[in-house]
T-cell receptor, first 113, second 111 residues
Framework: DADVTQTPRNRITKTGKRIMLECSQT?????MYWYRQDPGLGLRLIYY???????NKGEISDGYSVSRQAQAKFSLSLESAIPNQTALYFC????????????FGPGTRLLVL | GESVGLHLPTLSVQEGDNSIINCAYS??????FIWYKQESGKGPQFIID?????DKRQGQRVTVLLNKTVKHLSLQIAATQPGDSAVYFC??????????FGAGTTVTVRA
C-alpha cells in the first residue's frame, strides 16, 4: 500500500549492530504500529502509538525501541541486533474511529547474522 | 490461553469453486473480527470485518460468517480466482487498539 511506506525493504546486519527501520504514512492516521512476522506465527505486536506523545509496548517489545517523530513517522530500532530478531517487520496505521482496520506497509525483511 | 487460530494451514481449491476458510477463537469478550489477505511479498490487506452483534456480512465475492455460540469465524470466497492465492489471516480486536492474529491459511488456486 503506497500510503504506508517502509525503508529499507531488505536489510542484512551483524549481531550487535544497531539498526533503524523507518515507516511513513500519508493516510493522516493517528495510530501507528510495529509488528513482527515469523513463519507459522502470524503477526505479533511490538509497539504501538496513538499519537506523537503516546508510546506503548506490545507483546514482544524486549530488544526493541521506537520513536514517533511526527504524526506521519514511526521508527523501530534494534539497539543490539541478535539472530533471533531475523524476521519480516511490518508497520501499520489505523484511524481512531476504526482501530481494528489497520493498513500495512510492504514490510522490511531483516536478516541478522 | 485465549487465542485466535485457523483450522487448517493450507487450502487448495479449483479455480471457479467456492473457498471456505475457517477460524476458531476462544476469547468470548472479542467484539470485532477482521479478515486480512497477504499476497507474496506484500503486507496484509484488509478484506472484510464483522462486529459481534452480527452473524453475517457480505462484500464483493466475500462473505464472513460469525457463530458466537461455538466461537467460529469463516471467510467464504465465491468463484475463486488465481488472484485469490494468498495467505489469509483472521484477527480479533479485544481492546480498542490491539489485534490478535491467527497463524494464517495459505490458499492455492488450481487452474
Amino acid at each position: 500500500d503506497a500510503d504506508v511506506t517502509q525503508t529499507p525493504r531488505n536489510r542484512i546486519t551483524k549481531t550487535g549492530k544497531r539498526i533503524m527501520l523507518e515507516c511513513s504514512q500519508t493516510k493522516g492516521h493517528d495510530r501507528m504500529y510495529w509488528y513482527r512476522q515469523d513463519p507459522g506465527l502470524g503477526l505479533r505486536l511490538i509497539y504501538y502509538s496513538f499519537d506523537v506523545k503516546d508510546i506503548n509496548k506490545g507483546e514482544i517489545s524486549d530488544g526493541y525501541s521506537v520513536s514517533r517523530q511526527a504524526q506521519a513517522k514511526f521508527s523501530l530500532s534494534l539497539e543490539s541486533a541478535i539472530p533471533n530478531q531475523t524476521a519480516l517487520y511490518f508497520c501499520a496505521t489505523s484511524d481512531w474511529g476504526r482501530p481494528g482496520t489497520q493498513y500495512f506497509g510492504p514490510g522490511t525483511r531483516l536478516l541478522v547474522l | 490461553g485465549e487465542s485466535v487460530g485457523l483450522h487448517l494451514p493450507t487450502l487448495s481449491v479449483q479455480e471457479g469453486d467456492n473457498s471456505i476458510i475457517n477460524c476458531a477463537y476462544s476469547n468470548s469478550a472479542s467484539d470485532y473480527f477482521i479478515w486480512y489477505k497477504q499476497e507474496s511479498g506484500k503486507g496484509p490487506q484488509f478484506i472484510i470485518d464483522i462486529r459481534s452483534n452480527m452473524d453475517k456480512r457480505q462484500g464483493q465475492r466475500v462473505t464472513v460468517l460469525l457463530n458466537k455460540t461455538v466461537k467460529h469465524l469463516s471467510l467464504q470466497i465465491a468463484a475463486t480466482q488465481p488472484g485469490d492465492s494468498a495467505v489469509y489471516f483472521c484477527a480479533e480486536n479485544i481492546d480498542d487498539y490491539k489485534l490478535s492474529f491467527g497463524a494464517g491459511t495459505t490458499v492455492t488456486v488450481r487452474a
